[in-house]
């Protein structure tokens, strides 16, 4: 699966979940992106993980 599916999955899923909680009540949902959506956050996870690999 390439990331571009995945992210677009994603967003789908929180349009449908907002979609979910207005219908039933909610006033707002607050989507919070994934920790690896760019290049900077990718390589801190990497550089945090690498030394802890052996």
Known sequence: MKNGVLL???E???MQNRNLLMRSGGKKLEYIPALNDSPGQ???MAE???PRLG
Request: net charge negative; charged share 25%; hydrophobic share 60%.
């Open 8 to 10: 677009e999955t994603l």
């Open 42 to 44: 990718a390589s801190l």
């Open 12 to 14: 789908e899923i929180a």
């Open 48 to 50: 945090l993980v690498r």
